[in-house]
């Protein structure tokens, strides 16, 4: 199993970017949000036709089975 850091890599990508726009103080969350667009956009790439996570579908699918649980 691999194990993400999100956050670290958005972390990477925003300081990158902070960096590259001349180090302007006080754009940090615009870096974050722009950086979490690119991370996010890439991991989807890496992972496209990839299922990683369990479908919610199927595990509501169990539950409503026995509604005690």
Known sequence: ?????????????AYELYEKSG???GHD???????EKIVMTQYAGKNAGRETVPRKKSLLRKSTKNPKL
């Open 29 to 35: 969350f615009d870096n974050w949000l722009e950086a």
């Open 23 to 25: 180090r302007i103080e």
């Open 1 to 13: 199993m691999v194990t993400l850091d999100l956050s670290g890599e958005i972390s990477k990508v």
